[in-house]
């Protein structure tokens, strides 16, 4: 059939969203590799962590086969709650509050759709995790971007009559930025006092050091115009597994549900069941290993200072966000060079916003120390060549 024909059959709204920029990039990689070369991949965003080979000896496998509860493996919720409420201090319901669905990814997406009507408006804070900004195109929405140099409590006065949702990441990725206790209290208030929705992707909660990280319900614990999603890809390193979920009031609960039970009907039942038996065991043996990604990050952090190469002032996650908009314009064409030239995966700017085209996302999750300095010094060499080319032409 034609492409010309093809293309008429095609919806516009799929055909107006882009591929994700960084999933390209790492079917690059998967390319590059099983043709036999070594890529230094500082594009994955998930961490390797040591995990115990899973066993489901004495599960109930009968029922791992079938559907299970839409709202998520009853179980699961209840250690979900528990987690939570010791951490935070707060009271959530794992009946009343908590849905499962098959990542956090998904559930970001159902909230959107359960918000907006078309030509409704979102707010983003730039860097954005590239998704955000398609599904709410696909949601039939407008997406109005925050600059990246713009606090939190500048959210204010892009708000208009039209503006529903504010959708935020903390801790950011790429930027790695974790936001204090009184900048979150701002913008939950700014959100409430517009009758706003916030909803924040808390995904890498669990990589800060203890007692600096504050999730939207310990700060708004009523839930009343907020929503906190997550998932267990990240602390547990289980990202493959597609178990994430969502902490929200009663009314959004009950849309939730309903969307998931057409869009997913449930996440995978035998991975639900193995990690609600699993629970204290895998974060016993993953939390450590979260954690000492902020040693690491440290270490990686003095080499890219005394390489004289800018990055966002981030704390914890394993993410780096390079600023090289001194050099750079745009990055995608050094992504490529980087991938195709030089065998080191990073992620451009581009794929997080307007603002940020002259960035690279840096992942440190998957590679070792000495291989990551191996890349940045080679970037470093990349940079010096650019200025030296760019102070002739001047």
């Not at 839409?70 to 209840?78: C, E, I, K, M, Y």
């Not at 599904?135 to 959210?155: C, M, R, V, Y």
């Not at 060079?337 to 992942?363: C, D, E, Q, W």
Request: hydrophobic share 40%.
């Amino acid at each position: 059939m034609p492409n010309g024909i093809l293309k008429n059959l095609t919806s516009q709204r799929s055909m107006d969203i882009p591929e994700a920029i960084s999933i390209k990039f790492n079917q690059w990689v998967d390319e590059c590799k099983a043709s036999g070369q070594d890529i230094i991949t500082l594009s994955l965003g998930e961490a390797f962590f040591d995990l115990p080979d899973p066993s489901f000896d004495g599960l109930n496998l009968e029922k791992g086969y079938h559907y299970t509860d839409s709202q998520g493996v009853p179980d699961l919720r209840n250690k979900i709650a528990n987690y939570l409420n010791k951490c935070h201090g707060t009271s959530v319901c794992a009946n009343e509050n908590i849905i499962i669905s098959a990542g956090s990814k998904i559930i970001i997406f159902m909230c959107i759709l359960a918000k907006i009507n078309p030509g409704d408006e979102v707010l983003v804070f730039e860097p954005a995790w590239l998704s955000y900004e398609h599904q709410i195109s696909l949601a039939g929405g407008k997406t109005t971007f925050i600059p990246i140099d713009s606090s939190l409590a500048e959210a204010e006065k892009y708000i208009t009559h039209r503006t529903k949702l504010v959708i935020f990441n903390n801790p950011n990725n790429p930027a790695g930025r974790v936001y204090t206790q009184v900048e979150m209290m701002t913008l939950s208030e700014i959100c409430k006092r517009n009758r706003v929705t916030l909803i924040v992707d808390e995904a890498y909660g669990d990589f800060v050091e203890n007692g600096q990280f504050y999730s939207i319900i310990n700060i708004e614990p009523e839930l009343e115009h907020v929503v906190a999603v997550n998932s267990l890809s990240k602390t547990m390193g289980i990202s493959g597994w597609r178990i994430g979920y969502a902490v929200c009031n009663q009314h959004l609960m009950k849309t939730l549900l309903k969307l998931n039970q057409h869009l997913i009907t449930c996440a995978p039942s035998i991975l639900q069941i193995y990690v609600a038996a699993n629970f204290q065991s895998l974060l016993d043996k993953t939390l450590p290993q979260a954690k000492s990604f902020n040693t690491k990050r440290k270490e990686i952090a003095a080499h890219l200072d005394k390489a004289r190469i800018t990055h966002t002032s981030g704390s914890s996650t394993f993410y780096f966000f390079l600023d090289l908009s001194n050099y750079y314009g745009d990055t995608s064409d050094l992504a490529e060079t980087l991938l195709f030239t030089h065998n080191i995966a990073m992620v451009p700017g581009a794929a997080y916003g307007n603002s940020t085209k002259g960035y690279l996302r840096m992942s440190i999750g998957t590679e070792s120390v000495e291989r990551i300095i191996s890349a940045i010094d080679t970037l470093a060499d990349i940079i010096k060549q650019k200025g030296l080319m760019h102070s002739k032409i001047v």
